[in-house]
């Protein structure tokens, strides 16, 4: 019985409490890597509200092979040492990408049915890959006088989409931000959900996020911030010593 903020359509949720409300179900894995790879608070977060609107298993609008809760596109993924279906090795992969769509269609999108055929899906290991893509991207030179960071940014997105990019994350990073936005969104989401339960037990804004939180540990997330912790940061060995312990 349980009723969302805002609609999701093909290219994600229109309005952006209903993505800020998706988004913050993750907002444990975010924190700790961005804690690992000493990232801006919140930017992991604010590029997932941007890329799919924090909605499980949403690839591209477009097909162009994107997927994950932050789109990665699979010559990307595979650079950063994740599995991705078909073996995909494209930019834009149109074919790989509608496959994985029929998939999940046929699957009705449950993760424990599809998280095998691409590591994109799996959200510690998607959101781990975006990190360190970042850390690699924000080393040599820099572009335009950016800094680091949005150096970073500008050669994930190409220096034509960048300003529109990061003017967007920019925004969500604000309202993640903004206890009073998220107090809005709590009060809409109960006032949206007066019986809601979980377990049995009546639920609320809080109990719901943190029931989502507490489901992220079953994708490893304890044994990856042990792991992790333990080795290099910038290291993409990394992934092939956490996966066995998945």
């Known amino acids: 019985n349980l009723t969302m903020i805002g609609d999701v359509g093909r290219s994600g949720v229109g309005g952006d ?36 609107s924090g909605v499980d298993l949403l690839p591209n609008g477009t097909d162009d092979g994107g997927f994950g809760l932050c789109h990665m ?3 990307v993924a595979k650079e950063f040492g994740l599995r991705v279906y078909d073996n995909c090795r494209k930019m834009v992969c149109g074919p ?7 998939i999940l269609e046929k699957n009705n999108y449950d993760r424990k049915s599809v998280i095998h055929h691409d590591d994109r899906l799996h959200p510690i290991l998607n959101i781990d890959a975006v990190a360190r893509m970042l ?21 994930y997105t190409g220096k034509y989409n960048y300003k529109a990019y990061w003017n967007n994350v920019k925004r969500y990073m604000r309202l993640l931000e903004d206890s009073n936005y998220i107090q809005k969104i709590a009060n809409l989401f109960n006032k949206l959900n007066p019986n809601l339960k ?11 996020i943190a029931t989502c939180q507490n489901q992220n540990f079953n994708y490893g997330l304890a044994k990856y911030c042990q792991q992790q912790k333990l080795l290099p940061k910038n290291s993409l060995g990394i992934l092939k010593t956490y996966r066995k312990f998945l």
């Open 17 to 52: 409490a209903g993505k800020i409300l998706r988004v913050l179900r993750f907002k444990n894995i975010t924190d700790s890597v961005e804690d690992i790879h000493n990232l801006p608070p919140n930017i992991l977060l604010a590029m997932m509200a941007h890329e799919s």
């Open 73 to 75: 596109q699979p010559v």
């Open 96 to 102: 790989c990408g509608k496959k994985l769509r029929s």
């Open 135 to 155: 850390t690699v991207h924000s080393e040599g030179e820099e572009i335009l006088g950016l800094g680091p960071f949005r150096t970073a940014l500008c050669r």
């Open 198 to 208: 979980i377990n049995g037990q009546p639920a609320d804004f809080q109990s719901y």
